[in-house]
């Protein structure tokens, strides 16, 4: 093969595969990283305040999306940053809280942060434009 051709067909061929997600069959579902976090709590813990806050690092960025406890719907996201007390609605058990949602621009940060008593954990994601955190969160 010619180089000329072997570099055209390259590139074709990388500019077909950066537009795969533009062309999606029906039937095919796009899925999307999901960040997964463990915490463990006591009872005391929850005494105080458990505070989850999702916020944009750019003041300009467009979020949406929800935050489900165990199945549950009890905040939804906007553009302005989400803090919510989690204390009231942990109780003895293992729970999961769902993050999800959407921002733009794609290439932004969105930063989910639970702090308590003794507990502070920060994660980032950004530049696909999707928000997908799981929270396992195991009270003792």
Not at 31 to 58: E, H, P, V, Y
Not at 119 to 125: F, G, S
Request: with cysteine.
């Amino acid at each position: 093969m010619k180089m000329k051709t072997w570099i055209v067909t390259t590139l074709c061929l990388a500019l077909a595969i950066a537009t795969i997600p533009m062309i999606v069959p029906r039937g095919i579902t796009l899925t999307f990283a999901r960040q997964q976090t463990t915490i463990n709590l006591s009872l005391a813990d929850l005494r105080q305040a458990c505070m989850l806050t999702i916020k944009a690092t750019n003041p300009a960025t467009r979020l949406t999306g929800q935050i489900k406890l165990d199945g549950r719907l009890i905040q939804t996201l906007s553009d302005r940053p989400s803090e919510i007390n989690l204390s009231s609605y942990l109780k003895p058990g293992k729970h999961q809280i769902e993050i999800l949602g959407s921002y733009t621009p794609a290439h932004a940060s969105i930063t989910v942060e639970l702090r308590g008593t003794g507990t502070q954990v920060t994660q980032q994601t950004g530049g696909s434009g999707q928000l997908n955190q799981l929270l396992m969160i195991n009270v003792n």
